[in-house]
């Protein structure tokens, strides 16, 4: 017989990061988490949903039920057991929406935590597999879920259900395991679903973001992607890949090589002439630049030089990686103890 589900009462928060996707060559597979986040709050009440936005958004996105981030309470609570009456959240956003900032990820993160931070034993009912599991489901793929989720440099992939590799890691399932520091974490829901293990960037790497001043959609850029590529360009982006994992986490000397790709950036290059002019640009200068997640902003994974500069209708700022992912808890963040989410990871 189902166990009765108790809502708490009083706020409960979350801080979800910013975080670009495929980083060149890794595509629907890898991620990096970025320090500018979204702040996020919720409460039960008796009934309705009010929505509150402030920053990024602020006068355009829903303020009801079918804001994001409610969407997302929404089936964490199904996931859950039962919804409350109603909920009232408040969102201060920071991630520039619509640029290939994993956005949308952040919102969906966010709302299944604000969900499990409003159940009395959510995190007992809803693990940080099964997080993982649901994020990837809402948002279709993983790759920005799980560095949101879990913080660092990601990578993620998606085992069918029932594949028996996937039943009984859950939690913790690669505590001592990959990455150059010997430190992995990862997030595996149980029975197939999407899939995940973090490691730790190399000390140096220090990302810089150029966001411009116009807005892209992921499903346009999907759709110029064609159904099959050249076998050698497959190959040589595969090998990109790989070396990308060891140029990030050991040697940041290898990230201009490693960044390479013909998977998929010079085919949505016509849909967005700007960045590619400025990735080209930026290689050309020996940056390891990419097109972050499926643009239209850019991201360089190495220093650039004073003399480039990206032109009008540009910003420029120099980030830090997230290292921790996702953080929620009751109370107001900042206020409240600060519990990282991740799979793996311990408070």
Same mark, same amino acid.
């Given at each position: 017989m189902p166990v009765a589900v108790t809502f708490v009462t009083g706020p409960v928060s979350a801080r979800v990061p910013a975080t670009s996707a495929n980083l060149g060559p890794g595509f629907d597979a890898l991620g990096l988490a970025l320090a500018l986040h979204?702040?996020?709050? =919720?409460e039960v009440t008796d009934g309705g949903v009010r929505v509150a936005v402030t920053g990024e958004g602020a006068g355009e996105l829903p303020t009801d039920e079918n804001h994001l981030v409610v969407r997302a309470m929404w089936a964490a609570f199904d996931a859950l057991g039962a919804r409350p009456a109603g909920v009232r959240v408040s969102c201060v956003n920071r991630i520039p929406q619509a640029r290939g900032l994993g956005s949308s990820s952040a919102a969906i993160v966010g709302g299944i935590l604000l969900a499990r931070e409003l159940v009395a034993d959510g995190r007992q009912r809803l693990d940080d597999a099964e997080v993982l599991r649901l994020a990837a489901e809402m948002e279709g793929h993983p790759d920005n879920v799980a560095p949101c989720l879990l913080g660092g440099f990601t990578i993620a992939w998606t085992e069918p259900s029932g594949d028996p590799q996937g039943e009984g890691e859950?939690?913790? =399932?690669?505590?001592?395991?990959a990455g150059s520091s010997g430190r992995g974490r990862s997030g595996a829901a149980r029975g197939g679903g999407a899939r995940a293990v973090s490691l730790a960037p190399a000390a140096g790497v220090r990302p810089v973001l150029f966001v411009p001043d116009e807005r892209g959609l992921t499903a346009q850029a999907r759709a110029a992607l064609p159904l099959s590529v050249p076998h050698e360009d497959a190959a040589l982006t595969a090998g990109r890949a790989a070396l990308l994992v060891h140029a990030l986490t050991a040697d940041p000397g290898l990230l201009f090589p490693a960044t390479e790709d013909r998977l998929h950036q010079n085919y949505r290059a016509p849909g967005m002439p700007r960045t590619a002019a400025l990735v080209d640009k930026l290689r050309d200068a020996g940056v390891a630049a990419v097109v972050s997640g499926a643009g239209p902003s850019v991201l360089a994974l190495s220093p650039v030089p004073d003399q480039v500069e990206p032109g009008p209708g540009w910003v420029?700022?120099?980030?830090s990686v997230d290292h921790d992912g996702a953080v929620a808890g009751r109370g107001i963040i900042g206020h409240a103890e600060r519990d990282p989410v991740a799979a793996g990871r311990a408070s």
């Amino acid at each position: 017989m189902p166990v009765a589900v108790t809502f708490v009462t009083g706020p409960v928060s979350a801080r979800v990061p910013a975080t670009s996707a495929n980083l060149g060559p890794g595509f629907d597979a890898l991620g990096l988490a970025l320090a500018l986040h979204d702040e996020l709050r =919720a409460e039960v009440t008796d009934g309705g949903v009010r929505v509150a936005v402030t920053g990024e958004g602020a006068g355009e996105l829903p303020t009801d039920e079918n804001h994001l981030v409610v969407r997302a309470m929404w089936a964490a609570f199904d996931a859950l057991g039962a919804r409350p009456a109603g909920v009232r959240v408040s969102c201060v956003n920071r991630i520039p929406q619509a640029r290939g900032l994993g956005s949308s990820s952040a919102a969906i993160v966010g709302g299944i935590l604000l969900a499990r931070e409003l159940v009395a034993d959510g995190r007992q009912r809803l693990d940080d597999a099964e997080v993982l599991r649901l994020a990837a489901e809402m948002e279709g793929h993983p790759d920005n879920v799980a560095p949101c989720l879990l913080g660092g440099f990601t990578i993620a992939w998606t085992e069918p259900s029932g594949d028996p590799q996937g039943e009984g890691e859950g939690k913790g =399932a690669s505590e001592g395991g990959a990455g150059s520091s010997g430190r992995g974490r990862s997030g595996a829901a149980r029975g197939g679903g999407a899939r995940a293990v973090s490691l730790a960037p190399a000390a140096g790497v220090r990302p810089v973001l150029f966001v411009p001043d116009e807005r892209g959609l992921t499903a346009q850029a999907r759709a110029a992607l064609p159904l099959s590529v050249p076998h050698e360009d497959a190959a040589l982006t595969a090998g990109r890949a790989a070396l990308l994992v060891h140029a990030l986490t050991a040697d940041p000397g290898l990230l201009f090589p490693a960044t390479e790709d013909r998977l998929h950036q010079n085919y949505r290059a016509p849909g967005m002439p700007r960045t590619a002019a400025l990735v080209d640009k930026l290689r050309d200068a020996g940056v390891a630049a990419v097109v972050s997640g499926a643009g239209p902003s850019v991201l360089a994974l190495s220093p650039v030089p004073d003399q480039v500069e990206p032109g009008p209708g540009w910003v420029a700022r120099q980030l830090s990686v997230d290292h921790d992912g996702a953080v929620a808890g009751r109370g107001i963040i900042g206020h409240a103890e600060r519990d990282p989410v991740a799979a793996g990871r311990a408070s």
